[in-house]
C-alpha cells in the first residue's frame, strides 16, 4: 500500500512512472522504540525497501562528534597543565611573600610537616575552588545552550541529547584536577617546610 501511495503522488505530479530515493515516515514519538515500530520496519524491508532509523542516520554524526570531543579533551588537558603551573607559580609567590610568617611559626614551635600541610592544603583550596566554579559554569552554559539549540534549529532530532553532564564524570574532573593541584603545590610546599627560622625572618 505504501508503494502504491508513492507512486500514485509521483505519477500525479510528474506525469510519468519514476522512483524515490527516499521516503520518511514520521511516527507518533510514543511508539518509537515499541514493538509495533520495529514490525512497521520489518514490513517495510520485507517490501525490499531498506528501513534506517534516526539513530541509523546519526551514526555517522556521533563518530564526527566524538572525534571533536577527544580533540576538545585535549585542549582541556593542555589547560589542566597549564593551571599546574600556575598554581605552582601562585604558591611559590606566596611562599616568598610570606617568608617572615614562615619563620615566626617556626619560632614559636610549627613542625616542617605542619608548614607542609599549610601550603599543601592552600593548593588542594584553589584546585576546589576553580573545579567546582567550572563545573558550575559547564553545567549552566551547557545547559542554556542545549536548550536554545533544541527549541530552534534541532527540534526536529527527537531524543537527541546535545549536552550530557554524568556525575561520575563531573566527578572524575573533581578528583582530576585536586589531584594535579596536590601535586603541584608539593614542591613550593617543600620548600616553605625547609625554610631555616632564623633565616626566614630576617627575610624582607
Avoid: C
Avoid at 576538545?72 to 597549564?82: M, P, T
Wanted: aromatic share 8%; charged share 15%.
Amino acid at each position: 500500500a505504501l508503494i502504491r501511495a508513492i507512486h500514485e503522488i509521483q505519477f500525479e505530479s510528474t506525469g510519468e512512472a519514476a522512483e524515490y530515493a527516499l521516503v520518511t515516515v514520521f511516527v507518533s514519538e510514543e511508539l518509537v522504540g515499541t514493538p509495533e515500530f520495529q514490525v512497521v520496519a520489518d514490513d517495510i524491508e520485507a517490501l525490499g525497501l531498506n528501513a534506517a532509523s534516526l539513530e541509523d542516520q546519526l551514526g555517522s554524526f556521533t563518530a564526527i562528534v566524538d572525534a571533536i570531543i577527544w580533540i576538545l579533551n585535549g585542549f582541556a588537558l593542555v589547560v589542566l597543565l597549564a593551571s599546574g603551573f600556575g598554581i605552582v607559580n601562585t604558591l611559590y609567590m606566596s611562599v616568598q611573600e610570606r617568608t617572615r610568617e614562615i619563620g615566626l611559626m617556626k619560632s614559636i614551635g610549627a613542625t616542617p610537616r605542619v608548614i607542609f600541610a599549610l601550603f599543601s592544603t592552600e593548593a588542594v583550596l584553589i584546585g576546589l575552588i576553580g573545579s567546582i566554579t567550572g563545573i558550575v559554569l559547564a553545567l549552566i552554559l551547557g545547559t542554556t545552550l542545549a536548550e536554545t539549540l533544541q527549541e530552534a534549529f534541532l527540534s526536529d532530532l527527537v531524543g537527541l541529547q546535545l549536552f550530557v553532564f554524568e556525575p561520575q564524570a563531573l566527578l572524575q574532573v573533581l578528583l582530576v584536577v585536586l589531584s594535579l593541584a596536590l601535586a603541584a603545590g608539593i614542591l613550593p610546599a617543600r620548600g616553605a617546610s625547609n625554610k631555616d627560622p632564623i633565616t626566614a625572618l630576617r627575610y624582607e
